[in-house]
């Protein structure tokens, strides 16, 4: 089974409508990470939280929210969404300051 | 502020050949350097990291590549590449204090292994 897995693993929308993305983890650690990946920006923190109480905004948080449910959870809400936030998306974990572990990804089509 | 720069966005290279990926990073502070590799419709995965030690670093699939302070690079390199390496490539850099842990991505570099 995958440590880091993500849901759904694609989605097709419309403007306007509240999406949630969902992560969950079974490797036990304490930090938690949303990025979004465009082609020929690599990918770009979106929200960052270090334990269940802590939540931080990333460097492009705008339009987007989270949900810290537990240590294994770590949930990514678009209240209101729009086209330019279709990308892959992709949560990941880690321990520490050293290597983050990535989840398959969730390929979002905003229409 | 920390910042990463690939410099090649592309690398087309023909099977056993050897090639290298540039990655140069701007930081005042120490860091923490690493490569992931991301399969067409996969997740990234790490290839190795530089932490502390010997500047050379050896990872998966018979990668290595080299951490130079004094020029700000941690260029990835493969001595014969295979038709399976074809993937995106992308150098992160982690910060050591305070904040620690958060990564921050190069742009990525396609590298495409040709028959």
């Known amino acids: 089974d995958a440590d880091v897995t993500q849901t759904p693993r694609n989605r097709i929308t419309k403007t306007g409508k509240r999406i949630m993305l969902e992560c969950s983890q079974t490797?036990?650690?304490?930090?938690m990470y949303w990025y979004r990946q465009d082609p020929g920006l690599g990918l770009r923190l979106i929200y960052y939280?270090?334990?269940?109480?802590?939540?931080n905004k990333g460097e492009i948080s705008d339009g987007y929210s989270v949900s810290r449910q537990a240590q294994a959870k770590f949930s990514l809400s678009l209240e209101s969404a729009i086209p330019n936030q279709t990308a892959l998306y992709f949560c990941?974990?880690?321990?520490?300051?050293?290597?983050?572990?990535f989840g398959p990804g969730t390929r979002l089509t905003v229409l | 502020a920390q910042s990463v720069t690939q410099l090649d966005s592309q690398v087309p290279v023909f099977e056993e050949a050897p090639v290298e990926l540039r990655c140069n990073y701007s930081?005042?502070?120490?860091?923490?350097l690493f490569w992931y590799v991301q399969y067409p419709n996969q997740g990234l995965q790490l290839l190795l990291k530089?932490?502390?030690?010997?500047?050379l670093v050896k990872g998966i699939n018979g990668f290595e590549a080299e951490f130079n302070k004094s020029q700000t690079s941690f260029h990835l390199r493969k001595p014969s590449v295979h038709i399976s390496d074809t993937a995106e490539y992308f150098c992160?850099?982690?910060?050591?204090?305070?904040?620690?842990?958060?990564?921050?991505f190069g742009q990525g570099t396609e590298l495409s292994v040709k028959p």
């Open positions: 990941a974990t880690s321990q520490g300051k050293g290597e983050q572990f």
């Open positions: 490797k036990g650690h304490d930090r």
């Open positions: 939280s270090f334990d269940v109480k802590d939540i």
């Open positions: 930081s005042s502070v120490s860091v923490y």
């Open positions: 530089y932490l502390s030690g010997s500047t």
């Open positions: 992160a850099v982690s910060v050591l204090y305070n904040q620690g842990g958060k990564l921050i």
